[in-house]
């Protein structure tokens, strides 16, 4: 009987309710919930991303019962006073969502959604996850106002060493260190790095995703917001040597995130260079999408913003070669692994036609270190271990 009574106490157990803040179209929030947050609490996310959520996210949402709230509103609408408003919407549905409903609230991404967050009572506990732009790139300004929420936050996670210090020392006077644990975001997509680099050659995985085998395949970014700075690189792109030109197979991969409007933008600048290629909306995940990433011999990252990528691992642990904006700063992989840099995007074809006439092939040891790097099996104990401390 008391082992009966035991074990229906432990199946009645009822689970504590997190709020997640960000974005529901990003893998980074889905993979997370499915290693590390499902089995632990009731679900709702708050999302801050304006973007479409693809079919294949809202069915994995919807069969684990997880609710989503808009509360980004249209935070790309022409309009100023339109976006501010929606803005300042978003903020207080955030805060009375987290004050109303939740236990936890976990920050993806410390940005304006965040804001009101710093005057949540005590009893709810509030982790931060910093994940680098929203610290690197905060202005004088912005840097002072945040101070409030995190001296408020009973967690705070960085994905490195570096975000780390540079945190400790922007915030040196808050004696904010007990707080802080390292802990990164995984891929499951990188499971399959190595079984597709023995099973598949580049021709053959370009043969699969009818690309051309002949032609030397360049992806450009790696979804359909403009922050990928497409047109800009693709107008840079029109400058090389006709006779490279020639050889180029241009891919631009939008699976998610691309609007009608962009899209027309897209097409039109594509349309009327004299590059071969195509935006490509297919959405793939798992082995298909590895299959896909490693059609690219190169891969050219100039987003805006630098928060790590688990897309640009992805490149990386298929052998392509990525061209990246200098201003990301990515420190841990400088020491592992050769990476080419334009500091502008006006520097965009002196730097690829470097990389295309050294014509260098990352080593075994390169392609082992990202295909490895962010792999949830070695990522799921830091979150873990921090949300029992919580």
């Given at each position: 009987?008391?082992?009966?009574n035991?074990?229906m106490?432990?199946?009645t157990?009822?689970k ?21 947050l499902?089995?632990?609490y ?16 809202q ?6 019962g997880?609710k989503i709230?808009?509360?980004a509103?249209n ?10 408003l ?8 955030a ?8 236990d ?9 959604y ?25 202005n ?15 967690k705070?996670?960085v ?8 945190f ?7 004696k ?8 990164d975001l995984g ?7 190595s ?12 043969a699969?995703c ?7 395949c360049?992806?450009?970014?790696y979804?359909g917001r ?11 792109m029109?400058k090389?040597?006709?006779?490279m030109?020639?050889?180029?197979y241009?891919?631009?991969?939008c699976g998610?995130?691309?609007t ?14 004299d ?20 059609t ?7 987003q805006t ?11 990386l642990?298929?052998g392509?070669?990525m061209l ?8 841990e ?19 690829f ?9 990352y080593?075994k040891?390169e ?24």
């Open positions: 009987m008391l082992y009966y035991e074990k106490k432990k199946d157990v009822v504590k309710k997190l709020l997640l803040l960000g974005s529901a179209a990003s893998i980074y929030t889905k993979d997370y919930i499915d290693y590390v499902f089995d632990r009731q679900i709702g996310i708050a999302n801050t991303d304006s973007s479409h959520v693809s079919v294949e996210y069915d994995f949402y919807d069969s684990k997880i709230y808009n509360i509103g935070a790309t609408h022409h309009n100023k006073i339109i976006r501010k929606n803005l300042y919407l978003g903020r207080l549905l805060f009375f969502l987290a004050i109303g409903f939740y936890v609230i976990h920050v993806h991404y410390v940005g304006s965040s804001d009101l967050l710093c005057f949540l009572p005590s009893s709810k506990k509030l982790i931060l996850s910093i994940y680098g732009s929203d610290l690197l790139r905060a004088k300004r912005r840097m002072n106002f945040m101070k409030r929420i995190y001296i408020r936050a009973d705070i996670t994905a490195t060493d570096y975000l780390k210090q540079y400790l020392q922007a915030y040196r006077n808050l904010l260190e007990f707080k802080i644990t390292e802990a891929d499951k997509n990188l499971d399959f790095a079984e597709i680099n023995k099973q598949f050659t580049r021709e053959q995985c370009k699969e009818g690309v051309p085998i002949e032609k030397i360049v992806h450009i970014g979804n403009s922050q990928q700075q497409h047109i800009e690189i693709i107008r840079e029109k090389l040597p006709e006779k030109k020639q050889q180029l241009l891919i631009i991969p998610y995130s691309l009608d409007h962009y899209c027309m933008q897209l097409e039109a600048e594509l349309k009327n260079s590059l071969e290629g195509k935006i490509d909306k297919t959405y793939y995940d798992g082995k298909a999408l590895m299959i896909y990433r490693k690219a011999d190169y891969f050219i990252n100039m913003t630098d928060v790590m990528s688990s897309s640009m691992i992805e490149y642990s298929v392509a070669r990246q904006g200098g201003w990301l700063k990515y420190y992989l400088d020491n592992h692994i050769k990476v080419y840099k334009a500091d502008r995007i006006a520097d965009l074809k002196i730097e036609v470097k990389m295309f006439e050294e014509n260098y092939e080593t040891e392609v082992e270190f990202a295909s490895h790097y962010l792999l949830w099996d070695d990522r799921k104990e830091a979150w873990v271990k921090m949300m029992d401390n919580l």
